[in-house]
């Protein structure tokens, strides 16, 4: 406890107010994604079929007429409350969020290694805003699915580029601590849904939680005025000088940054300090960089301008085809499709339909609990990947969570209530300890920062496909297989993937960059 305590108290000693304004803000992207994560259920022709959207996991059975609320309050709607579909209509519905994420995580890497971080990030917001306004005033298909469509983009794109922007500004010791907040408000942003389902389960006041998430949008878009560029990313594009002055910013005028600076492979001055008041050191940054942008050289013109910046920017084939590569994309791509194929979104985008046949009368507050417990268990294992490494808590995560779904698939198929509670419980956790946020932190520190775009697009691309996967076939097989029986596949994908995890992917924890973490001997090129 006293370590814990010691650790906070130096975490807050050692960073800035600005560094967690910059966390608080850019994650809010990855929240989105939680947002529409979990699922709802339409009736259709009387029968009840389940998709794989996010905001309503609560009340689905409001939003397919079955019932008119979870309470018994009544409201007089002015929107319909259910959309009529048939089951070809349904499927398109069905997939068309994730084929939005899968295009946004494809394009995303490109965009923000030529555009910028943060420009990449403020585009996001307009999907945010746009998507979630669609779906709330949705009266049939066609505006329904444009607004998952447009959510599914923001979303794909937002979780390739902001692990990559935390990565850039989080101090060099602690990045997989800081890491692990995409995957905390990740969880936050399931947490938050269910909540307002819970209570908004009601007449078509589930229209409110789909309206909440532009709300939520505009939100960003406005705390994105005062985030920077990553100084890393201008570092490598023309801007070392404004790269150092943003550096010096986040961590606080009494840290020294040379050490951190070198890494950029970048000349200029040692001497770059922000000229503003420390009040408004943030606003002149961002009105700076922005003058910068508009007023920079044409690619090659800058005298200390890093050769290995934006002229070598790797593509998403060419990161696939290039023998340095190619390594780390099998390595992220496998990592990220275990984090989806191991079960953990069966728990959480069909834990009600799931649980609701052993524990008919709290399924749903155990649904809202098993999010809490995972947002709270994410954050308390949030430092263990820089105590202990990445790797050893990925291969801690999936083992707990291989156990847990023989136990769930036991206590399913025997209806021992308390034996699926905690085995699902549990499951959430092992999650937690390696899984969930790891793997967004692995693409910074497998390849270079010019194939960080294209590795991160990969990893995430092959998220979504799994993603996709696990939300079409879970029912069919969980209902072929019977009750329970689908956690034994789940556990037998546990323990093949993880048994490849540990065969291919290389520890890096402690690594000083892609070479040392893959044994090559040749040391990237340096400009003195």
Partial sequence: MAGRESMTRSL????????????????????????????????????????????????????????????????????????????????????????????????????????????????????????????????????????????GIGAGAAVVVVPIYISEIAPPKDKGLFGAFTQVMINLGILVTQLLGYFFSRDNMWRIILAAAGGIGVVQSLGLLLVPESPKWLAEHHSPERARAILRRIRGHKVNIEEEAKAWNITGSNDDICMCPSRFCGICLIIVDEEESLLSAAPGSHPTRNPKGASSSVSIFGALRHPNYQPAVIAVIVVMVTQQLTGINSIVMYSVNLLSAILPTTAALLTVGISALNVVISVLCAPLSDKLGRKTCILLSIAGMGFNSILLALGIYYSVKVLSALAALLFVASFAVGLGPIPFILANELVGPEAVGATQSWALAASWIATFLVSQFFPMINQALGRGRVYYVFAALAALLGSFIAWWVPETKGKSGADEVWGRKEARERVE
């Fill in 12 to 151: 807050l000693r050692d960073t800035t107010g600005y560094l967690w304004y910059l966390l608080l803000i850019t994650t809010i992207g990855p929240l989105q994604f939680g947002f529409h994560l979990v699922r709802e259920t339409f009736l259709i022709a009387g029968k009840t079929l389940t998709i794989s959207q996010a905001e309503l996991n609560a009340p689905q059975d409001v939003i397919t007429c079955k019932k008119k609320a979870i309470s018994t309050t009544a409201s007089n709607p002015h929107l319909p409350q259910c959309i009529q579909m048939n089951t070809n209509e349904f499927a398109v519905v069905s997939s068309i969020y994730t084929l939005g994420g899968l295009l946004g995580a494809l394009s995303a890497g490109s965009f923000c290694n030529k555009h910028g971080r943060l420009r990449t990030m403020r585009l996001t917001t307009l999907f945010f805003v746009v998507g979630p306004l669609l779906e709330s005033f949705a009266v049939n298909m066609a505006l329904l699915c444009l607004g998952r469509f447009i959510s």
